[in-house]
């Protein structure tokens, strides 16, 4: 069975970072595609980064782009988002996924997790 747990969400101030986690079990990250998506109160899902099964190749929403950095740690199964520069704007649920194509994206996500909830004060 496959698990997806993202942890690392919480209250930030304008301005600050966080860094949310995704662990997988029951799968082998460095052999799927793995994104990062997030929804805020009365909107929809919208995706904002992912990473290849080979580690090289990664893309970025438009939104996202030279703030959010997808990385992953084979070793700990894990992949990371690191978010700088957070905006109010940012404060949403963050849910990872995982999939077998390549761009993944909503649609084509096999597997998601719970979601952490990231909140940016003004």
């Known amino acids: 069975q496959v698990q997806l747990v993202e942890s690392g969400g919480g209250l930030v101030q304008a301005g600050g970072s966080l860094r949310l986690s995704c662990a997988a079990s029951?799968?082998?990250?460095?052999?799927?595609?793995t994104g990062w998506f997030r929804q805020a109160p009365g909107k929809e899902r919208e995706f904002l980064a992912s990473?290849?099964?080979?580690?090289?190749?990664?893309d970025y929403a438009d939104s996202v782009l030279g703030r959010f950095t997808i990385s992953r740690d084979n070793a700990k199964n894990t992949v990371y988002l690191q978010m700088n520069s957070l905006k109010p704007e940012d404060t949403a649920v963050y849910y990872c996924?995982?999939?077998?194509?390549?761009?993944?994206?909503?649609?084509?996500?096999?597997?998601w997790g719970q979601g952490t909830r990231v909140t940016v004060s003004s």
């Open positions: 990473i290849k099964w080979t580690g090289s190749t990664s």
């Open positions: 996924a995982a999939g077998y194509t390549w761009p993944i994206r909503e649609a084509t996500s096999a597997y």
């Open positions: 029951g799968l082998r990250l460095s052999g799927a595609s």
